[in-house]
């Protein structure tokens, strides 16, 4: 298992490889991108979905407002939306990574208890494998910084560019 394991990510590396030689070098100022994502929520151990879009206004940065859905577990389920500002820079062709930091908010239900409205701030850091010109990769982790329901927001996600 761990020899078939090892094939995967050797032929996995192989073909983004290949793929990002094609690829464009960076992010173009007036790029956009309208991406899915999902991935782990740490506030509730669970897992949660989201609708993303971009938009680079200079070089080094772009807007990213997203909308989701946490997964209930452990008696709490949400909706958050977040407002962040990424800096994204080149480390090689078809590789960018970026910090970030923004706004968010959050709505957390309760099972039994009701529900909690909670505003704050987001940081963090990703990054985006162009594939081709038109479709990239992005795996980005953020912290989410609020009163009583503060937690993590990892995932992988994948967008259209336009």
């Given at each position: 298992?761990?020899?078939l394991?090892?094939?995967?990510?050797?032929?996995?590396?192989?073909v983004?490889?290949?793929?990002?030689?094609?690829?464009?070098?960076?992010?173009?100022?007036?790029?956009?991108?309208?991406?899915?994502?999902?991935?782990?929520?740490?506030?509730?151990?669970?897992?949660?979905?989201d609708?993303?879009?971009q938009?680079?206004?200079?070089?080094?940065?772009?807007?990213?407002?997203?909308?989701?859905?946490i997964?209930?577990?452990?008696?709490?389920?949400?909706?958050?939306?977040?407002?962040?500002?990424?800096?994204?820079?080149?480390?090689?062709?078809?590789?960018?990574?970026?910090?970030?930091?923004?706004?968010?908010?959050?709505?957390?239900?309760?099972s039994?208890?009701?529900?909690?409205?909670?505003?704050?701030?987001?940081?963090?850091?990703g990054?985006?494998?162009?594939?081709?010109?038109n479709?990239?990769?992005?795996?980005?982790?953020?912290?989410?910084?609020?009163?009583?329901?503060?937690?993590?927001?990892?995932?992988?996600?994948?967008?259209?560019?336009?």
């Amino acid at each position: 298992m761990r020899h078939l394991f090892s094939r995967f990510l050797l032929s996995a590396a192989a073909v983004c490889g290949l793929l990002m030689a094609a690829a464009p070098a960076q992010a173009q100022v007036g790029e956009k991108t309208l991406g899915i994502a999902g991935g782990y929520a740490s506030y509730n151990n669970g897992g949660y979905a989201d609708i993303y879009f971009q938009y680079t206004l200079a070089n080094h940065v772009r807007i990213a407002p997203e909308i989701g859905y946490i997964f209930r577990n452990e008696g709490k389920s949400g909706f958050e939306f977040s407002a962040d500002v990424q800096f994204p820079f080149r480390l090689a062709r078809s590789f960018n990574v970026y910090p970030l930091v923004g706004f968010t908010l959050n709505n957390w239900e309760y099972s039994g208890d009701g529900h909690a409205t909670r505003a704050g701030a987001d940081f963090g850091a990703g990054f985006d494998i162009y594939l081709m010109s038109n479709f990239k990769l992005s795996l980005q982790g953020k912290y989410s910084l609020m009163n009583d329901t503060s937690g993590g927001f990892f995932n992988f996600g994948f967008g259209y560019v336009f």
